[in-house]
């Protein structure tokens, strides 16, 4: 097979679930495909700069723009007529029309028409004037759940046996980790010293967060005085919304907002952690809980959409609409060692089944296919 990929997500959106998926996705070809070629559209990426000679990269060009869907929504310039299939893996967004191969993208899921308030005015603009149009001329899509499949096939009436289910993973930087060593290089950088329950994602409504400090809000004076709710993610236009949600709630002192972590401290809050909670309404995999449980970290997340699927019977599973139900799961991991025990057993024997090298061979597999047909 000759394959093209726009790498642009790789380096431009390297933090979030798109980026993590396309850098993973083309270093775990290369790990295992010493026999397909590849061509990999990016702009200059140090991360990708010794592959195998069956990969070769092609710059292009950056137009420098304040935001990643406006950047990549402008194609590939591709003059490469040799290539057999070409794959987007950031929605389809940017798909180039001037090539005659076939086409694949990787839709992760169809959140800006479930929850088009919980999007940018600007993302969901382009999904809706992008997304139709590239579906016609789309010959498979490759997605991360099966829940995303069933889905994406019912919105678009797209064929089912044309939608491919790669599953993501964590990366290898997420693994059990000594929790007091942890605890201190959190102390020592974010000035947080006591025990923690942690929340790691974006700030977007479709999240939850407004339920997760209620929740918390909820759990019985002992226990809020001894733990502090820390909830991760660059602080945008939402942060003032869950600020004063803390305040009202008289527990301003309880939550700790860090804003954005670099990717090398993650592994350091999920091993330092009591647990990982995971809220959300909406997700078509959800990587955190996978990255928290393959640190051995107890999880409690939503019963919406592809987490069940995603977390299976390691994770307490709530109903986000309910912040009773997700306080007293808190209470319950805080107060039961049993519990966690099994919790962590569990977690690193279902992040297990999750590997980016699967994910990788998947990938081959619905590139074949999509060839065959």
Known sequence: MKVGIDGRAAKWYRGTGIGT????????????????????????????????KNFKIENVDTVVKENFWDEVRVPNILSNNSMELYHVPQ????????????????????????????????????????????????????????????????????????????????????????????????????????????????????????????????????YKKNVKLVITGKKGPSYDLYLNRARKLNIESNVIFTDFVPLEDLPYFYNACEMLVYPSFYEGFGLPPIEAMACGTPVIASTETSLPEVCYDSALLINPHNPDDLSYAMQKVLSDSLLVLAMVKKSLTRSRLFSWKNTALNTIEAYKDILNK
């Open 21 to 52: 998926y396309t850098y993973q996705l083309i270093n775990s070809l290369n790990n295992i495909d010493f026999n397909n070629d590849y061509l990999i559209f990016t702009p200059n990426n140090p991360e990708l700069s010794n592959l195998n």
């Open 91 to 222: 929605n389809g967004v940017g798909l180039s029309n001037n090539i005659n191969c076939k086409k694949a993208i990787t839709l992760h899921d169809i959140i800006p028409l479930r929850m088009p308030e919980t999007v940018s005015d600007n993302y969901l603009r382009i999904f809706n004037e992008e997304i139709p149009k590239i579906l016609r001329t789309c010959d498979g899509i490759i997605t991360v759940s099966e829940f995303s499949k069933q889905d994406i096939s019912k919105e678009f009436n797209f064929p089912k046996e044309k939608i491919y289910v790669t599953y993501l993973a964590a990366e290898e930087i997420y693994k059990p980790m000594s929790k007091s060593q942890c605890k201190k290089n959190i102390q020592k950088k974010y000035g947080i010293s006591s025990d923690f329950i942690l929340y790691v994602g974006g700030f977007s409504p479709r999240k939850n967060i407004l339920g997760l400090i209620e929740a918390f809000s909820l759990l019985p004076p002992p």
